[in-house]
Nanobody, 123 residues
């Protein structure tokens, strides 16, 4: 009964930064990994970043590598996505996701999903 709640989205100018948060609740959280997807208007949902819960191993999509940083706070059951050097093409609804088990390396299936938070990057 894990619930995910995203926050931190908004409007930012190109080159700016935003920090997204995803808080997991619903009792003791023992998920294997958490991360982020995004979906831009008229496009398919795409993977953004993943972090393992215990080891903190990260993996990023090529499109955001070097600009985005995913991190976690185990005590708060919260995952963050720090986004910098934002581009208009980063505009999308960003979804937090969590996996309850290991499926494969560098992969998020999304056993649990948040409702999404809008990120809009203007030029």
């Amino acid at each position: 009964q894990v619930q995910l709640a995203e926050s931190g989205g908004g409007l930012v100018q190109a080159g700016g930064s935003l920090r997204l948060s995803c808080a997991a609740s619903g009792g003791t959280f023992s998920g294997y990994a958490m991360g982020w997807f995004r979906q831009a208007p008229g496009k398919e949902r795409e993977f953004v970043a993943r972090i393992t819960w215990s080891g903190g191993i990260t993996y990023y999509a090529d499109s955001v590598k070097g600009r985005f940083t995913i991190s976690r706070d185990n005590a708060k059951n919260t995952v963050y996505l720090e986004m910098s050097s934002l581009k208009p093409e980063d505009t999308a609804v960003y979804y937090c996701a969590a996996d309850s088990a290991f499926y494969r390396r560098n992969y998020l299936r999304g056993d649990y999903w948040g409702q999404g938070t809008q990120v809009t990057v203007s030029s």
